[in-house]
């Protein structure tokens, strides 16, 4: 289970947005392990909670956190099978047997995110 929050999340890339377009396509036809059928709704539902965030109505964790502050210059984000790939290698992933428990090295000209939890 850890694998399939992870992943996305160290995989998911910007991708210029334009108001009221849809989002933007995958820049590949089958992702190589996060699986194709729950691919659409995950990041359509990561871009829906980022433009609540924009708009000052994302809420900040559990309930009684408040709002996330307004996000400004917020794009779009889409799947890059390339940013996976490279978060395979990162996590040396073994899930589900054995998730990390430590932050692997970023590969260079990205973004680390990692949360373990247990």
Known sequence: MFYVHLLPLAVLSL?????????PPADCNQPERFPKDNLDAFVSEL?????LMVEGNQQN?????????KGENVREMEWSCNLEKKAIAALNLTCPTECPTQSPNVPDGTTGFFYWYA
């Open 15 to 23: 991708s210029t947005a334009h108001k009221g377009r849809m989002s």
């Open 47 to 51: 871009n829906r909670r980022r433009k």
């Open 61 to 69: 964790g559990p309930q009684g956190n408040g709002n996330l502050p």
